[in-house]
């Protein structure tokens, strides 16, 4: 397995107490979750608001330290690593985040946050690289020169993305990443990031309250409520036969383009 989580579970202080002296209690948002990503693999991890998605994302990341459990990266336990031990590991995972408007330094040209990313890594950052790199993702070498907020959002997403695949890593959390674009930008999107998961093979765990979108691009599903794991499998079996409720009751929320359009008529 590239990625593991062995019965993890992640508290974290209850910031709604108004303490002066003692120590907090702490809130659990994950709770015993189990799951593995094999190489390659892409998982949907889908919810309502609040279920623990992103904290279930970033934990996998280890930009969180499980309360409890395990956390493997290719086989090595990576649960309470120092930042030190996981820089190396660093260049293997990456993030692509809802909103790449907040994700991405406004002050730095487009070629100079991919430049940043390159470096940081010590890889080639020259700027053959750099719009070899933008043509991965369909946009021009010019955007090289751009800020971020000269660019539409399906194009910063591109930027977003380009970010993430420069390391070539072996595993990506995409979390909401085209929950802010309109339908036609995040079909155009979405088929970038699955054309590039077929080049480069990279393992995906793919954060969406959009069921249809999860069908479409991951292999399998899980399904989570309240920070626990209450249902996965195939994407394809699940979908068909749902076991608990709550997954059927997602599965029938699911708009139907065709119905709508019968609607209209
Ligand atoms: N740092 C934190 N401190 C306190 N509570 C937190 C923290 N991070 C998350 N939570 C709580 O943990 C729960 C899970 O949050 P999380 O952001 O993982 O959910 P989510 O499934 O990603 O939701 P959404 O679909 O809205 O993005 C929520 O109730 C949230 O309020
Ligand atoms: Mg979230």
């Not at 949907?44 to 395990?70: A, D, F, I, M, N």
């Not at 990279?202 to 979108?213: E, N, R």
């Not at 794991?229 to 059927?248: D, K, L, N």
């Amino acid at each position: 397995m590239l990625i593991e989580a062995r019965n993890m579970s992640l508290d974290v202080p209850d910031m709604s107490q108004q303490l002066l002296i003692g120590r907090r209690r702490r809130l659990r948002i994950l709770n015993n979750i189990s799951i593995s990503i094999a190489k390659g693999e892409s998982v949907g991890l889908v919810g309502e608001s609040g279920s623990g998605k992103t904290s279930l994302g970033r934990s996998l990341l280890r930009l969180y330290e499980p309360s409890e459990g395990q956390i493997l990266f290719d086989g090595e336990d990576i649960t309470h690593a120092a930042p030190a031990a996981l820089k190396p590991l660093r260049r293997r995972m990456q993030m692509i985040f809802q909103d790449p408007q907040s994700s991405l330094n406004p002050r730095r040209s487009i070629g100079g946050i991919l430049e940043g990313a390159l470096r940081l890594h010590g890889l080639d950052a020259s700027s053959t690289a750099i719009a070899a790199l933008l043509d991965r993702v369909g946009l021009p070498a010019s955007a090289m020169g751009r800020y971020p907020h000269q660019l539409s959002g399906g194009q910063r997403q591109r930027v977003g993305i380009a970010r993430a695949i420069a390391l070539k890593p072996d595993f990506v959390v995409a979390d909401e990443i085209v929950s802010g674009l309109d339908v036609s930008t995040q079909a155009q999107v979405l088929d970038l990031l699955r054309r590039l998961r077929a080049e480069m093979g990279m393992a995906l765990a793919f954060i969406s309250h959009d069921l249809s979108v999860v069908r479409a691009l991951c292999e399998r599903v899980v399904i989570m409520r309240g920070g626990e794991i209450i249902e996965e499998g195939r994407t394809a079996e699940v979908f068909a036969a749902p076991r608990s409720p709550f997954t059927r009751t997602l599965i029938d929320s699911i708009p139907l383009p065709e119905v709508r359009e019968n609607w209209l008529d």
